[in-house]
């Protein structure tokens, strides 16, 4: 009765939460036509952000669209407020969190005279093998040149596993007092404290309790001429204790940022810091006392020129040096530092006359240090560091004439790593040098207005060579594999309400070892993919959608014939779905699949001739279920079924190897709803069941019990803001 007390206070917490509704939610209304992507829907509802010009914005920054999209489910913002910010900041999209979060600090950023803001969240949560209550609060008061921002972030959680339950406790407080001497001077305090324990009933208890009490100055200039900067000092008392040792000293942090800008042909922008501490450390197990010294520094600009012109030049670079000294007990009592070192520099030359027209040159050089290898006979010499190097070149382009459109890439990377010594039977290093070339190009033609044709082909080609600096040890094999591959594809629409596409893709893969000695382990792989996919809206709501697969895969052993394989995979995917009505919609998918293997056999007339080996069979049937009867409130409701079958093909015909039957269920309610005007509850309850059982025909057949999971979870997640 004991477990399902979480539980039933979770139910009651809904429950009343959504008798409270005092204001309906801003949680969209479905249109009845279907997103680009699966999870828009719930991301709209449930955070309010959409996706509408996902792919040209991630075209035009140069990152991944799921990385753009990632970033905006983190930070909570739109697309279009992301990219603002990032361009007003002038700082890459993946750093504007970074940014935002060192800016809520700063009282030199604020312009407002008074201010006495409170927010509290709080959130629980249940699951099958762990609960988990997470506070938070975060209040903010100026009171003309006095500040005072405090943050409290408490998380307590429970871990059960093998019979054992442990405790989990995260413990934050970050709190700065100051007074503003000017607009753009501030002196104060600050305090940072941290608690981390993990508690549990075997060795490996953890225990780690840091105090920061530090004064705290920070400045900000904002000079004529489009020059910009910011500087800020943190120095104080450190006392850490944990369970491996701690330290105790002082410690410092000095950072800063600079922006400079001149008209529309030059941007510059620099951020850098520099941490430290001098501290005594005491070694487990060990009375003395030891003196340590940590340092990181690092230093991140870019510099932009002519960026609206047609021709434009862009530099970023990158440094850091880090060096942590951590007490060891073992063999004697000592420090041990930990180095990590990098440098990185990328120049990009871009050519641009419109977006159908342009070409960039890029070039990247970076080299960087890692600690490695553990002992005191050596601690931070080079031997006991991992280097590596990086030196590269791409260039990649696009071109459109007469319907036609050229996109075009080509890239040259060479890279050294050099390992730790080793003591094996022989004390030596060893340098891999690596080289990558490829080449590829995408020619698009829109033949109609309804058919649009694409052609691919790219060629690339890794080399890999070793060296050793002992001349009786043993360097590893050098190695080619190259690569080739064309892919010929037609899209074809006739309506909106329906398009068709096919594709045809052949890919040719070298495996080359390029010694005597391990050539016997070269091979090669051919494979050839047809897919044809459909999509067509049926009803106003109902839309089918079929993707169909065949793919064959050739593998060729150069020397040892006897072992070529052939693998086949034919694949249906099948996918329909439903706008019932406005709150009601239903999303059926099933998928087949059935793959044969087999190897290559000579017959006594000289021909080889294919032997069927084993296949596998599977078969999944899944379907969603989603019900809104209030802006607020959504359930839904997804069973699946899933079938698994291993057979083996002899001259006696096929037999059954295993099998295998899964079906998973889970249905639940998830809450999004405004407390007056000032609070939002969240929070989802679902059930969640699996029930799989499989059978093994090895001498005779052998069935398992079925095996089952059935269990409750859910989140409730409550903010107040004042």
Do not use: C
Not at 132 to 157: A, C, E, K, M, Q
Not at 476 to 504: K, M, V
Not at 605 to 629: C, F, H, K, Q
């Amino acid at each position: 009765m004991k477990r399902f007390r979480p539980l039933v206070l979770l139910i009651v917490l809904l429950g009343l939460g959504w008798l409270g509704q005092v204001r309906t939610g801003r949680a969209s209304e479905a249109q009845g036509s279907r997103f680009a992507f699966a999870d828009t829907t719930l991301l709209r509802d449930t955070l309010d952000l959409r996706f509408d010009r996902l792919f040209p914005l991630a075209d035009s920054l140069r990152i991944l669209p799921d990385t753009l999209r990632a970033l905006s489910v983190r930070y909570q913002l739109s697309l279009e407020h992301l990219v603002s910010l990032a361009d007003s900041m002038r700082v890459p999209v993946d750093s504007v969190g970074v940014v935002l979060e060192r800016a809520r600090f700063n009282p030199l950023v604020s312009t407002v005279a008074t201010s006495n803001d409170f927010r509290y969240t709080s959130s629980y949560t249940v699951g099958q093998t762990s609960n988990t209550w997470v506070n938070g609060s975060d209040y903010n008061l100026i009171r003309g040149p006095l500040f005072l921002h405090s943050i409290i972030n408490i998380s307590l959680g429970e871990y059960r596993a093998g019979g054992f339950t442990s405790q989990r406790d995260t413990r934050g407080l970050t709190t700065e007092l100051g007074w503003r001497l000017s607009k753009n001077l501030s002196l104060g305090g600050r305090a940072n404290l941290q608690r981390f324990a993990n508690l549990d009933r075997s060795i490996y208890s953890v225990t780690d309790n840091t105090n920061e009490f530090q004064l705290s100055v920070r400045s900000k200039h904002d000079e004529s001429h489009g020059l910009s900067s910011e500087l800020n000092f943190f120095t104080g008392l450190l006392d850490q204790s944990k369970s491996n040792g701690g330290k105790r000293g002082v410690s410092g942090d000095l950072n800063g940022r600079m922006i400079y800008s001149r008209g529309a042909w030059l941007s510059q922008d620099m951020d850098g810091q520099v941490t430290g501490n001098l501290a005594h450390t005491t070694p487990p197990g060990s009375p003395a006392a030891l003196d340590s010294r940590d340092l990181s520094a690092n230093l991140r600009g870019n510099v932009a020129l002519f960026e609206a012109a047609p021709v434009g030049f862009n530099a970023s670079y990158g440094l850091r040096y880090s060096r942590v000294e951590n007490p060891v007990a073992l063999p004697t009592p000592g420090i041990q530092p930990v180095r990590t070192n990098s440098r990185d520099l990328d120049l990009a030359m871009r050519l641009r006359r419109d977006t159908d027209r342009y070409l960039n040159l890029d070039l990247r050089l970076g080299d960087s240090q890692n600690s490695t290898a553990s002992g005191l006979g050596a601690i931070g010499s080079a031997s006991t560091l991992t280097t590596a190097g990086d030196r590269g070149f791409a260039a990649d382009g696009r071109y459109a004439l007469l319907g036609f459109t050229l996109d075009a890439r080509f890239s040259y990377g060479r890279s050294t790593t050099r390992s730790p010594r080793r003591t094996d039977t022989l004390d030596y290093r060893e340098l891999q040098l690596q080289r990558s070339r490829s080449v590829e190009a995408t020619l698009t033609r829109v033949v109609s207005r309804r058919l649009t044709a694409r052609a691919n082909g790219s060629v690339g080609l890794d080399s890999y060579d070793y060296s050793v600096d002992e001349a009786l040890a043993q360097a590893t094999y050098p190695r080619d594999q190259y690569h080739q591959s064309y892919r010929i594809e037609a899209l074809y629409t006739p309506s909106d309400r329906f398009n068709s596409g096919a594709t045809f893709e052949v890919a040719r893969t070298l495996y080359l070892n390029l010694t005597s000695a391990s050539s016997a382990g070269n091979s090669e792989n051919d494979s050839y993919r047809a897919e044809w996919r459909w999509n067509a809206r049926l009803f106003p709501g109902f839309t089918a959608t079929q993707r169909n697969n065949v793919v064959a895969s050739y593998d060729y052993q150069t020397f040892q014939s006897n072992l070529d394989k052939l693998s086949l995979d034919y694949s249906t995917v099948t996918s329909l779905n439903a706008v019932l009505t406005p709150r009601l919609t239903v999303d059926i998918d099933h998928n087949a699949r059935y793959q044969p293997r087999g190897g290559y056999n000579t017959a006594p007339d000289g021909l080889r001739y294919l032997t069927p080996g084993d296949e596998n069979r599977s078969y999944v049937l899944s379907v969603r279920i989603a019900y809104t009867p209030a802006p607020a409130l959504s359930l839904s409701l997804s069973p699946d079924y899933q079938q698994f079958d291993r057979a083996t093909r002899t001259g006696a015909g096929t037999q059954p190897q295993s099998r295998q039957r899964t079906l998973n269920f889970s249905g639940g309610a998830n809450l999004n709803l405004k407390v007056g005007g000032n609070g939002r509850l969240t929070g989802t309850i679902q059930r969640t069941y699996n029930a799989t059982r499989s059978i093994t025909y090895a001498a005779g057949a052998s069935a398992s019990p079925r095996s089952e999971l059935d269990f409750w979870n859910g989140s409730l997640q409550f903010s107040w803001t004042l």
